[in-house]
């Protein structure tokens, strides 16, 4: 579906600067996103939980541009083993799924330094991090109007066909880059196991080192290492973070050109994918409750071509990825899932399979249109 600029200005998109709560909660509510705040930014010690095989010691360390929830230099590398035609090993029990990269003191102590990539691999890749903003509300999107969206056969015959992803349960994904994680507590949960080396609840398994079990006294901390009152306090600071307001036109000249670069982000086909406007469903959250949010994205995935090809998922292929959401584009130096892309011609000349057709519309754009275009993309 095809949001037109003028839907996305009656729509009142749910919006504020970035890192602040989204508007509307209640003041219990903004008293859980403070506490999730604190959490987010806390350092963790090996002594609290904290590996012994983790990326980074807190959740700020890599969410941190241009504010905290935001972005980071920092890679994680993923490696799989494809099986064509379909199907694929993520090499959850080899360390695939997240290759760490420090060790705490004791576990150093015991020779291991980092995991290594899987040797049964055949992909892998180095994802940047993602913005957390906003999360809440594509949380909130009824999974009835992501599948609407969907076209796996192409019945319109447009060239495009994305499709639901999936997690190893088979509930409908819509976070990670593979759209493999369903809902925000899973995301945290996940981030909390891979990243920093923390059980929860949800994840009380501390894991392996490339399938081999963690010597003995490298791992002192009981289990669940991050409680349920701190897992709920983490997913509800993310969930009420708010996307990422536009910015302004600097004058009416400007804002005509930018409202024809919107236009013209229809015309040649970017947002049939990098859909404008969500809408989210009912919910007991008033916050949450039947809003828009502006996040250029589908949540779906897409067949991207062979030059964006990647790792596998529990339910892609390695040219799959979930559309890139471009809301809050204007912060980000790097571009594409693994940063390769400096500037948005670079980033769409990279486009291949379903995203053809818009690629070359862009590159046959006259000059003065393509500016027009680029100044749009610049106020995300």
Same mark, same amino acid.
């Given at each position: 579906?095809?949001?037109?600029?003028?839907?996305?200005?009656?729509a009142?998109?749910?919006?504020a600067?970035?890192?602040?709560?989204?508007?509307?909660?209640?003041? +219990?509510?903004?008293?859980?996103?403070?506490?999730?705040? +604190?959490l987010?930014?806390?350092?963790?010690?090996?002594?609290?939980?904290?590996?012994?095989?983790?990326?980074?010691?807190?959740?700020? /360390?890599?969410?941190? *541009?241009?504010?905290?929830?935001?972005?980071?230099?920092?890679?994680l590398?993923?490696?799989t083993?494809?099986?064509?035609?379909?199907?694929? *090993?993520?090499? %959850?029990?080899?360390?695939?799924?997240?290759?760490?990269?420090?060790?705490?003191?004791?576990?150093?102590?015991?020779?291991?330094?980092?995991?290594?990539?899987?040797a +049964?691999?055949t992909?892998?890749?180095?994802?940047?991090?993602?913005?957390?903003?906003?999360?809440?509300l594509?949380?909130?999107?009824?999974?009835?109007?992501?599948?609407?969206?969907?076209? /796996?056969? *192409?019945?319109?015959?447009?060239?495009?066909s994305?499709?639901?992803?999936?997690?190893?349960?088979?509930r409908?994904?819509?976070?990670?880059?593979?759209?493999?994680?369903?809902?925000?507590?899973?995301?945290?949960?996940?981030?909390?196991?891979f990243?920093m080396?923390? %059980?929860?609840?949800?994840?009380?398994?501390?894991?392996?080192?490339?399938?081999?079990?963690?010597?003995?006294?490298?791992?002192?901390?009981?289990?669940?290492?991050?409680?349920?009152?701190?897992?709920?306090?983490? /997913?509800?600071?993310?969930?009420?973070?708010?996307p990422?307001r536009?910015?302004?036109?600097?004058d009416?000249e400007?804002?005509?050109?930018?409202?024809?670069?919107?236009?013209?982000?229809?015309?040649?086909?970017?947002?049939?994918?990098?859909?404008?406007?969500l809408?989210?469903?009912p919910?007991?959250?008033?916050?949450?409750?039947h809003?828009?949010?502006?996040?250029y994205?589908?949540?779906?995935?897409?067949?991207?071509?062979?030059a964006?090809?990647?790792?596998?998922?529990?339910?892609?292929?390695p040219?799959?990825?979930?559309?890139?959401?471009?809301?809050?584009?204007?912060?980000?130096?790097?571009?594409?899932?693994?940063?390769?892309?400096?500037?948005?011609?670079?980033?769409?000349?990279?486009?291949?399979?379903?995203?053809?057709?818009?690629?070359?519309?862009?590159?046959?754009?006259?000059?003065?249109?393509?500016?027009?275009?680029?100044?749009?993309?610049?106020?995300?």
């Amino acid at each position: 579906m095809d949001d037109g600029a003028a839907d996305l200005r009656a729509a009142g998109a749910v919006a504020a600067a970035p890192g602040e709560p989204i508007p509307g909660l209640t003041p +219990a509510q903004l008293a859980e996103f403070r506490a999730g705040a +604190a959490l987010f930014n806390k350092v963790f010690s090996p002594a609290e939980g904290l590996g012994p095989l983790f990326n980074e010691n807190q959740c700020s /360390a890599c969410h941190t *541009d241009p504010a905290p929830g935001g972005t980071g230099e920092q890679r994680l590398r993923k490696a799989t083993r494809f099986l064509p035609p379909n199907r694929c *090993d993520t090499l %959850t029990a080899e360390g695939g799924e997240n290759v760490r990269t420090q060790a705490t003191p004791l576990l150093r102590a015991r020779g291991i330094r980092r995991e290594t990539v899987p040797a +049964a691999a055949t992909e892998q890749a180095r994802f940047t991090v993602p913005f957390l903003f906003g999360l809440g509300l594509a949380e909130a999107v009824p999974e009835a109007e992501l599948a609407a969206r969907a076209d /796996a056969a *192409d019945r319109d015959h447009d060239g495009i066909s994305g499709r639901l992803g999936r997690d190893s349960d088979g509930r409908i994904g819509r976070f990670g880059r593979k759209a493999e994680t369903p809902g925000i507590a899973e995301f945290i949960a996940d981030a909390l196991h891979f990243e920093m080396g923390l %059980t929860s609840p949800l994840r009380p398994d501390e894991g392996t080192v490339n399938g081999r079990p963690f010597p003995p006294g490298s791992d002192p901390t009981p289990e669940p290492e991050v409680s349920q009152r701190q897992l709920d306090l983490l /997913a509800a600071y993310v969930r009420f973070l708010a996307p990422i307001r536009r910015a302004p036109a600097r004058d009416a000249e400007d804002s005509a050109t930018i409202a024809r670069g919107e236009r013209i982000f229809h015309e040649i086909g970017c947002a049939a994918c990098h859909t404008p406007v969500l809408r989210t469903g009912p919910s007991p959250v008033a916050a949450l409750d039947h809003k828009a949010v502006a996040l250029y994205s589908d949540l779906l995935l897409h067949d991207m071509g062979p030059a964006l090809r990647n790792v596998c998922g529990r339910a892609s292929t390695p040219t799959e990825i979930r559309t890139a959401i471009l809301m809050g584009l204007r912060y980000r130096r790097e571009l594409l899932h693994d940063g390769r892309a400096l500037g948005i011609p670079e980033a769409v000349a990279a486009h291949g399979g379903e995203a053809t057709r818009a690629r070359a519309a862009f590159q046959a754009l006259p000059l003065a249109q393509r500016l027009a275009l680029l100044r749009f993309l610049d106020t995300l």
